[in-house]
């Protein structure tokens, strides 16, 4: 395609009062690669990272060890710069907000014309799939050690309109940034209260009773410790033995370790299935719970939902059946979150080899319960409920993140080769 003939692309959405063309300059055009290693040592080390972009290490938690010889090596990073990140083919070029150091495996962008080029533009820019997809698609083999060098960026085409273009562009995406931090930050406030309110209504290691007691179990007597074992209609059990096949509707949906969120729900976006003989046995019912028996998942948890269909579960998963007379499932399911539980886990799965914890040892589970079934119900009731507001919470984000990527790609326009 001439230049010409790029020149007269335009995005599909556009605002009303921008009616000029835009220019279609390569990278090098518009950004210079800088190696200034002349710094102060003072200066912060930053980290690269598609969540944060490029930030102080102390700010985040990453602990990676730098010697203060190879410190000597680091480049500056200035406000405003981009940093083409090592592992670009995931999540574009990185910007930073922060004065410092970064390695020097990193290459550093800086604009040359400060009038012509808007950072805010070019930051959502150099994050959207089509210009991912262009940085990385000369690079054969980038997850074997290939980088993304100064001569690839200069050769992409890149699409700039007019400065004031770029601002409102850039302006109406970062709004969005700033709601889906908004609800982000919702959203952990709504699980840092339902952690909160887990340590007050299930009793401390050592103690009898919550710190925190519905009103009208306030007179109800201690809470007593019993074995899970002793809570089921039948020993814990193992899953399928098989490996996973490509999904089908003709075939049972599979349940394995890693179709389970951290968050316990089924993950339905990549479903699989199994291609072997199952009867009813093998099929999850309402109230079961399944547990994750080997390495670094170990411990984590599933409460089978009809809404997620008919599964069947692996054979690294290990089945509980509560006896509805003894104990009430969401009431188990929301203790397998606490922080006392995940304590056991750590003690428990200690192994020589990868961490486990097979069927025997999960009956022997401590469960701390309240005098009746009742006072079950009711905490297990809050705090589902609370699962409820969490989960919407979490919709509502990654609607908000698919409106932002179906706005990008009306907002930038895709330049074929």
């Known amino acids: 395609m ?11 959405l556009r605002f009303p009062e921008f009616k000029n063309s835009w220019s ?9 690669q800088i190696s200034d290693k002349d710094h102060n040592s003072d200066l912060p080390i930053l980290a690269i990272t598609q969540e944060h972009g490029a930030i102080p290490r102390d700010k985040i938690d990453y602990n990676v060890s730098v010697t203060d010889k190879s410190i000597e ?33 990193y290459i550093i962008l800086r604009r040359k014309n400060e009038s012509d080029v808007v950072n805010e533009f070019f930051k959502q820019y150099f994050k959207s799939k089509s210009f991912i997809r262009d940085l ?7 997850r074997d050690g290939k980088m993304v060098s100064y001569k690839q960026f200069s050769d992409i085409t890149i699409p700039k309109p007019n400065p004031l273009e770029q601002q409102k562009i850039a302006s109406c995406l970062s709004s969005l940034d700033e709601l889906v931090t908004a609800h982000t930050q919702k959203l ?3 699980k840092a209260h339902k952690k909160g309110l887990m340590q007050q209504l299930f009793p401390a290691e050592g103690e009898k009773i919550p710190k925190l007691r519905f009103k009208e179990f306030e007179e109800s007597g201690e809470w007593k410790e019993k074995e899970l074992g002793n809570c089921l209609i039948s020993h814990p059990e193992y899953g399928l033995n098989a490996p996973a096949v490509p999904y089908s509707d003709s075939l049972p949906t599979y349940l ?19 291609d072997r003989e199952v009867t009813d046995d093998n099929y999850l019912e309402e109230g079961d719970i399944v547990l994750a028996r080997t390495g670094a998942s170990v411990g984590k948890s599933y409460k089978y939902r009809k809404e997620d269909g008919k599964l069947v579960f692996a054979g690294f998963l290990i089945r509980v059946k509560p006896d509805i007379g003894k104990l ?21 799965s200690q192994r020589s080899g990868q961490p486990g914890i097979n069927g025997n040892e999960y009956a022997s589970l401590q469960i701390p319960l309240p005098p009746s079934k009742e006072e079950q119900q009711i905490i297990a009731d809050s705090l589902s409920s609370l699962d409820e507001l969490i989960t919407a919470q979490a919709e509502k984000i990654e609607q908000l993140k698919m409106h932002k990527k179906g706005l990008m790609q009306g907002l930038f326009p895709t330049i074929k080769a």
């Open 2 to 12: 001439s230049k010409e003939e790029k020149n007269m692309i335009v995005p599909e």
């Open 24 to 32: 279609y300059p390569n990278g090098d055009e518009l950004f210079e």
């Open 73 to 105: 090596s680091y480049k500056v990073v200035q406000v405003g710069d981009f940093i083409i990140s090592l592992r670009s083919f995931q999540g574009g070029i990185e910007y930073s907000e922060y004065k410092g150091l970064c390695s020097p495996a």
């Open 136 to 142: 990385n698609k000369n690079l054969e083999g980038i």
């Open 188 to 190: 952990d406030a709504l």
């Open 256 to 274: 394995r370790i890693t179709d389970i969120s951290e968050e316990g729900l089924f993950l339905k976006d990549d479903k699989v299935s199994v």
């Open 328 to 348: 009430v499932s969401e009431l188990l399911y929301q203790y397998l979150f606490t922080d006392r539980y995940w304590k056991w886990v750590a003690f428990t």
